[in-house]
Structures are given as C-alpha cells and as structure tokens.
C-alpha cells in the first residue's frame, strides 16, 4: 500500500489528519476555542499563565492558534520545546533572541536578560511573549529562574507575557509549598479537556473536507468507537481515524463502517 494508492482510494487531495495545518485552518471545538482566546488574554495583559492537559489534547496546537492572532510587527516570540536546556539556556535563548549575546557567569545573565526583555519593550515598542512547551519536565531551578525574571517589574508593571504548557503533573508541581513564589503570580490557569461526541464527530468531518470530501465517509458507529476510545483527545482521534481510513481501504470498502473502525483499535492499541 502507498499514500497514494490510499489517497486515490478515497478521493482525497491531500492526507488528512495531517499536523501542518495553518492556523486558520485548525478545527475550533471549544476546548481550543477557549485555550485560545485565554492565551490572547494573556498576552494582552503581559501575565504569567499556565496551560495543561494531556498528551495530544491539542495545547501546542492551541499556542499556535493563538500567537498566529498576534501583530508580528509588534510582538516577539521566545519559543522553548526543549525543557533540558537547563536554566542557563533559558536565559541565554531570551538574551539570544533579543539580540545580545549571553554572559558567561549567571549571576550577570538574570539581570542581563531581565534588562533585554525591558529594553524590548521601552525602546523597541515590542511585546515579548516567552512560549515553554513541555513545562511539565522543568526542573526546580528552571522554575525559579522562571520565577526571578518575573520578579523585576511585575508587581506594578510587566515587561513580557510568559506561557508554561505541560501536562496536568505542571499545575500540581507548581501547587507545591517550594514554588509559592511563582505559583502567587499566575494570573490565567486553564486545563484542555477532549471534545464531546458531536465535537469529535465535526473534528473528523472538518479534516475530511480540508482534504477534499464533504461527503459521509466513517458511519455513525465508526465515530462513536474512535470517540470512545480516543476520549475525544485529538491526537488520538487523528491516529485512529487514519488507521481506520487504511483497514477500510486494505478491504476495499467505500465507507468506513464499525468494523474498520476496531480494526484501527486494535492496531493503534496493540503493545
């Protein structure tokens, strides 16, 4: 079998499900609906907010979503995905992004890079907004070092808006007596949950036509059991419901009925 031969099977233009979607592109179910208006909140008011849920439940799909709403032109994004940079690499990324070139010892590269988001905004005009993917595998020190450059101005007025995205284990280590500091200043707490049945339903139907059907292509009961045992998580959604598009293909199918759909199940959940 070839994505080709697949695509043809099926009439699409294109694969579906596919993760390169254009922000304007992305399917708006409510729990991204409301990540994302959240999100712009947070980085119109230059907060602290903290963004969880779980593994594919759609939150760097919904920063995307968010920071495509922005002016380029008038805000800067410091994106870290990779936690295990340490939190000489966090500092020395901001410092780096903004155009300076990080200090050797980190005692001057706090203030260093404290100053370079200040000076980004006072004399550049621009809003910076620090995007950390994966926060749920920060260390205690990253968190304090998130902690310290929040401690400059941010009483009376921030400098930058900063994003922590994780799963749910962030929001419980942050709870914890150790990080009180940093807990007190989240300003937005928000906590993406999986679509409901209709929601995964449209979510299917929405990717189907991005690729070139509008027409029934999975049976009511295909959906029900790719909700089911997706919970509505779209990245499992999306895994499940292509596996399926393939077990209906290798058997010659025009539509994607229930049994197609166990075939995917049982395929995507075999260890």
Avoid at 20 to 29: C, F, I, Q, R, V
Avoid at 176 to 187: E, H, K, P, S, V
Avoid at 222 to 236: D, E, K, Y
Wanted: one cysteine or more; hydrophobic letters at 45%; a neutral charge.
């Amino acid at each position: 079998m070839t994505i080709d031969r697949l695509r043809a099977h099926w009439g699409l233009t294109r694969m579906p499900f596919a993760k390169d979607l254009a922000p304007s592109m992305l399917h708006t179910h409510r729990s991204h609906a409301e990540a994302v208006a959240r999100i712009g909140w947070c980085i119109d008011e230059r907060v602290v907010g903290v963004v969880t849920g779980e593994v594919g439940a759609g939150k760097t799909v919904a920063v995307r979503a968010a920071l495509g709403g922005v002016d380029a032109s008038r805000h800067t994004v410091i994106y870290l995905g990779d936690p295990t940079v340490g939190v000489r690499g966090l500092y020395s990324t901001i410092v780096t992004t903004l155009g300076g070139t990080p200090r050797f010892h980190r005692s001057s590269l706090i203030p260093q890079a404290a100053d370079a988001l200040a000076t980004e905004e006072h004399e550049r005009g621009r809003r910076v907004v620090v995007v950390l993917d994966e926060a749920h595998l920060l260390d205690a020190e990253q968190l304090e070092g998130i902690r310290l450059l929040t401690n400059a101005d941010m009483d009376s007025h921030a400098p930058f808006a900063c994003l922590l995205v994780g799963q749910p284990t962030l929001r419980r280590r942050i709870r914890l007596g150790a990080f009180a500091a940093l807990d007190q200043r989240i300003a937005l707490r928000y906590s993406m949950t999986g679509m409901d049945a209709p929601e995964t339903a449209d979510y299917v139907a929405h990717h189907l036509k991005l690729a070139g059907r509008t027409d029934t292509l999975f049976s009511d009961d295909a959906l029900g059991l790719i909700h089911q045992v997706s919970r509505g998580i779209p990245r499992a959604v999306n895994n499940l419901a292509v596996q399926s598009l393939v077990a209906a293909f290798a058997q010659s199918k025009a539509i994607v009925d229930e049994s197609s759909a166990r075939a995917a199940v049982t395929e995507v959940t075999a260890e």
